[in-house]
Every structure is written in structure tokens, then in C-alpha cells.
């Protein structure tokens, strides 16, 4: 009979909240009542990253409704966290499908919630599509170091998934409280030049990596003499 299986890449996560945010997840899955499955909570996450939408867009109307975002994140990061910490923890991994999904429903997601926070009034969407373009890229990266050495990133600069959403909930509640609006849109806010800063930045994160990957695939394959 044909083995299916196939060999997990390496993990390599470097997050400054990596080691506490592991041992919380720990705890949870070992209190994960049976019912809940890991497809349970991948729906569960692109629950939370329509609430972030909802919230960013209907902040057009009312900037109370940024609070809807307060409790997509959360949910976003329990179900996105959780669906493959739970496969694991139970032995219950499915590789090829889990790995599909799960990357599948992060592109959705990252789209939903930099969409919401270009269609808001706070941030330009032309400049939100920059940070958009930035994160799919490292993403791009990610995959494509998966296939070629085996190992999965996911961290960049000691920070990962969990502390970019604790930077946008501080940009959310910084909207709340700053009221920074341009309606009109005719000039820069404080909020575009910084979310057009982390886009450059992510931006520059994939080039540099891209420079690295190709030099270290380099000397694994040398050119024919």
C-alpha cells in the first residue's frame, strides 16, 4: 500500500510571544471539549476576520462600531491558533488538507481585514493595499520555503501572526480614541503613513528574505562547472 504521509516542515517561530502564547494554547486544547474539531475552529476564525471587516466598514457610519472589531480579533486568533494546535495535540493531522485550508483561509482573512481597514474613513485604501500587498508577499515566501528547504516560517523580526493582531487592535482602539478621520480623504492621516510604514516594511522583509533563500539554495545547488 502507498504511504500518503507526508513529512512536516520544519517550524521556525521566533515571536516574542511564542513560548507563553504555546503554553496557552497547550492549556486550551488539553480542556477542548471532544466536539470541537479543528475545521470547527478554522470556520471560527474566518467568523472572526468577517467581524473585523464588518467593524472597519460600518465605521463609516459610526465609529462606535470599531468595537465590532474588539472581538473578531479575538476569535480570529482562537480559531486561527487553534484549529492546527488541537490536529496536533490530538494526532489527528491531516497534512496536505490542513495545510491547504488553513493558509487558504488565511489569505481570505488577511484580505477581509486590510479591505475593511481601507474602506474605512481612517485609512486610505490604495495605502492599506500597500500593507495588503507586503503581507501576501511574505506569505508568498513562506510557501515557497516550505517546498525548497523544508522548513516553515513564522516569524519575521521576532514578530508573528499573534503580535501584528495586537498591533492592529492598538491601531483600532488609537481610531477610537484619536478620531483621526479624513472623510474627504484629501490629505495623509497619522494612520495611513503608519500602516503604509508597516506595508513598506513587509515589503522589504520579502526582499531581503528572498535574497537570502536564493543564496543559501545557491550553495546547496551549485552551478555545473
Known amino acids: 500500500m502507498q504511504d500518503n504521509r507526508i513529512a512536516p516542515p ?14 496557552l ?5 488539553a480542556h477542548m471539549p471532544a466536539w470541537v474539531k479543528p475545521d470547527l475552529l478554522t470556520a471560527l476564525g474566518m467568523v472572526g476576520a468577517v467581524l473585523i471587516f464588518a467593524g472597519y466598514a460600518t465605521s463609516l457610519l459610526d ?6 472589531c474588539m472581538p473578531g480579533y479575538l476569535l480570529h486568533w ?3 491558533s487553534m484549529d492546527g494546535s488541537l490536529a496536533r495535540f490530538r494526532h489527528i493531522e491531516r497534512p496536505r488538507y490542513g495545510y491547504f485550508l488553513d493558509h487558504s483561509c488565511d489569505g481570505i482573512a488577511t484580505f477581509l481585514i486590510l479591505l ?17 500587498i507586503g503581507y501576501l508577499l511574505l506569505c508568498i515566501h513562506a510557501f515557497l520555503a516550505v517546498r525548497v528547504l523544508g522548513e516553515m516560517r513564522l516569524s519575521y523580526l521576532s514578530a508573528g501572526p499573534t503580535e501584528l493582531r495586537l498591533i492592529l487592535i492598538s491601531l483600532t482602539f488609537s481610531m477610537l480614541i484619536l478620531g483621526d478621520k479624513q472623510r474627504d480623504m484629501e490629505a495623509m ?4 503613513w503608519f500602516v503604509g510604514a508597516v506595508g513598506v516594511v513587509l515589503i522589504g522583509l520579502f526582499l ?10 545557491a550553495r546547496i545547488e551549485p552551478p555545473a562547472a
Open 10 to 23: 520544519a517550524r521556525i517561530q521566533r515571536n516574542v510571544l511564542a513560548i507563553g502564547e504555546r503554553r
Open 189 to 192: 492621516t497619522g494612520f495611513d
Open 208 to 217: 531581503t528574505q528572498t535574497f537570502k533563500s536564493a543564496r543559501k539554495l
Open 25 to 29: 494554547l497547550n492549556w486550551l486544547c
Open 116 to 132: 475593511g481597514i481601507g474602506v474605512s474613513p481612517y485609512v486610505r485604501l490604495e495605502v492599506s493595499l500597500i500593507a495588503m
Open 78 to 80: 482562537f480559531g486561527d
Open 63 to 68: 465609529e462606535d462600531w470599531l468595537w465590532l
